[in-house]
């Protein structure tokens, strides 16, 4: 699976001409392993390799790279995805994006676009995005949200995200969650997530409780990256 030379226009059309070598840098990284699976064992689970990478390209631009590799239990096989970002900051805590990505396994291959916000205020972190892409044959869209605290000045930290997803054909799923953070220290964090998933194609709905646990391992001078990942297969709890 290549990254088109688009997805890299993405990111290099935002730099400006003055950039300087000297400037660029890794700004911060994650790598972390998972296990989703819903609580209906019968609908089956999935397990993750996912990297995010930001790389600095100046005082207020920046470019990010998500990679993943997903294995399914029930219907087998695996998947694998990628993502390219390119963003710019402003003021003491914003930031705006435009991405573009490719993933396949599970029943989907598609590539996609999109557009992404986050702010963080001094204890809520708000992030937002938008994006378009063909999933079955079909344009979908796909959009969500995800808020976040930290809890006093200790390790713990909670947040809630919703997504929502339409493939303009009468079928479309919703997903809400929320989950925990816990630093052990040393960059490394150990969180969990609950949740539900409802899908619904015409006149049929079904709705089925999910949970996740991870490992992630935080690097570079600042930890984690700006966004999160943007590919559907990282919101699917399992196949």
Do not use: C
């Amino acid at each position: 699976m290549k990254l088109r030379v688009a997805a890299a226009v993405l990111a290099v059309g935002m730099t400006p001409a003055s950039l300087s070598a000297q400037s660029i840098g890794l700004v911060g990284a994650n790598v972390d392993i998972n296990h989703y699976q819903f609580t209906n064992k019968s609908k089956g689970a999935r397990q993750a390799l996912q990297g995010s990478f930001e790389l600095g390209l100046g005082s207020s631009v920046a470019t990010q790279l998500d990679v993943g590799y997903y294995k399914f239990d029930q219907v087998g096989g695996s998947g694998r995805s990628a993502t390219l970002h390119g963003i710019y900051k402003f003021g003491y805590g914003g930031a705006v994006g435009g991405f573009w990505g490719t993933e396949d396994g599970g029943g989907i291959d598609r590539n996609f676009y999109g557009l992404e916000a986050a702010y963080d205020f001094s204890a809520i972190r708000l992030e937002g995005y938008f994006s378009r892409g063909r999933v079955q044959g079909t344009n979908a869209t796909l959009l969500g949200g995800k808020i976040s605290s930290d809890v006093g000045s200790g390790p713990l930290s909670l947040n809630a995200s919703v997504d929502f997803m339409d493939n303009k054909t009468g079928a479309n799923m919703t997903r809400m969650a929320i989950g925990a953070d816990y630093g052990l220290g040393s960059g490394v964090n150990l969180y969990g997530e609950v949740g539900t998933g409802n899908a619904r194609v015409a006149n049929f709905s079904n709705n089925d409780a999910f949970v996740g646990i991870g490992l992630r391992f935080d690097l570079g001078d600042r930890p984690g990256t700006t966004f999160g990942r943007r590919a559907l297969l990282d919101r699917l709890p399992g196949l």
